[in-house]
């Protein structure tokens, strides 16, 4: 996996795409299903169809990236049918990366605590 800190944020699109979608397109899905911009520096991430292919969008601050990955063997888990209602799932760098090595266990279970974000941290100095 690129060198990612647990900070970032990753968005499972929950639904299908279309393999044949780069960066224009996929970037189009992000802005108008996932409602998010594409250059916040957060992961998407892409599941064709048939579950073999995968893709994952990002901005790396110089110009957007697409990582892409064919399965020869098995196929990826289907974040569509991890939450029926969701439009898109919140995951982990970790849970990201479980994924694309073929873990199906991705979204069922909470694998680690949520990251802090700043507004929630309190110092006690007693």
Partial sequence: MIGLGRRVQVFAFAAAVDMRKSFDTLSAVVREHVERDVLDG???????????????????????????????????????????????????????????????????????PPAWKPDERRVSFT
Avoid at 50 to 67: E, H, N, P, S
Avoid at 82 to 109: D, H, I, P, Q, Y
């Fill in 42 to 112: 957060a992961l998407y991430l892409f599941v064709g169809k048939d579950r073999r292919r995968a893709k994952v969008l990002f901005w790396d601050g110089t110009g957007l990236c697409v990582l892409a990955k064919r399965l020869e063997k098995g196929r990826f888990a289907a974040p569509w049918a991890l939450n029926k209602k969701a439009r898109v799932l919140e995951w982990t760098t970790s849970e990201l990366a479980l994924f694309l090595e073929g873990s199906e266990l991705v979204g069922r279970v909470a694998l680690s």
